[in-house]
T-cell receptor
Framework: RKEVEQDPGPFNVPEGATVAFNCTYS??????FFWYRQDCRKEPKLLMS???SGNEDGRFTAQLNRASQYISLLIRDSKLSDSATYLC?????????????FGKGTKLSVKP | DTGVSQDPRHKITKRGQNVTFRCDPI?????LYWYRQTLGQGPEFLTY????????KSRLLSDRFSAERPKGSFSTLEIQRTEQGDSAMYLC??????????????FGPGTRLTVL
């Protein structure tokens, strides 16, 4: 199993659509989980952290299922400006190491 | 601008030359990370520092790569005898470790290296 694995994409959706991204991780001891957004030829930027109880930030909802080692990101009412690559990121080895393991990313393209 | 900065933003070099990149983290951040990203891939961890101590190096970091953070502030990443396979975006990130269990990392704009 790959350390952090994401849906391959790309996802091409119309404006206003709801889109969901999935991600699995290999180490059950992982402690911290994030979704980052990366625009073309730009650096990754934190979109949201993922909490055990699930969390919502406006149109974005993140969920964590520790038993299945699975993270998801739901985007409702998608906008043209949501077009980007979404990276699933895990502090895979927990503890104090802190280095993040990134998935390959899922590209989202929102069309008018 | 109080974010993470990197210099240069772009570097073109010939195979066999040495290159050095600099990263200035957010000023109060004690941890600094280096990642490498190639097209179609997510960033791959290379190494990280807590203050001036280099705490971990990835197996991706061959002997040709060296990183320093001499005063616990800025960091440099040097690649000796560059190879075409070193062409990538080199990203630096920083975080204030210990204040949050989540340790969110903030990335700089990256240095894009092209080895001819």
């Amino acid at each position: 199993r790959k350390e952090v694995e994401q849906d391959p994409g790309p996802f091409n959706v119309p404006e206003g659509a709801t889109v969901a991204f999935n991600c699995t991780y290999s180490n059950s001891a992982s402690q911290s989980f994030f979704w980052y957004r990366q625009d073309c030829r730009k650096e990754p930027k934190l979109l949201m952290s993922v909490y055990s109880s699930g969390n919502e930030d406006g149109r974005f909802t993140a969920q964590l299922n520790r038993a299945s080692q699975y993270i998801s990101l739901l985007i409702r009412d998608s906008k043209l400006s949501d077009s980007a690559t979404y990276l699933c990121v895990v502090n895979l080895y927990g503890g104090s190491q802190g280095n993040l393991i990134f998935g390959k990313g899922t590209k989202l393209s929102v069309k008018p | 601008d109080t974010g993470v900065s990197q210099d240069p933003r772009h570097k073109i070099t010939k195979r066999g030359q040495n290159v050095t990149f600099r990263c200035d983290p957010i000023s109060e951040h004690n941890r600094l990370y280096w990642y490498r990203q190639t097209l179609g891939q997510g960033p791959e961890f290379l190494t990280y520092f807590q203050n001036e101590a280099q705490l971990e190096k990835s197996r991706l970091l061959s002997d040709r790569f060296s990183a320093e953070r001499p005063k616990g502030s800025f960091s440099t990443l040097e690649i000796q005898r560059t190879e075409q396979g070193d062409s990538a975006m080199y990203l630096c990130a920083s975080t204030l470790y210990g204040t949050s269990a989540l340790n969110e990392q903030f990335f700089g704009p990256g240095t894009r290296l092209t080895v001819l």
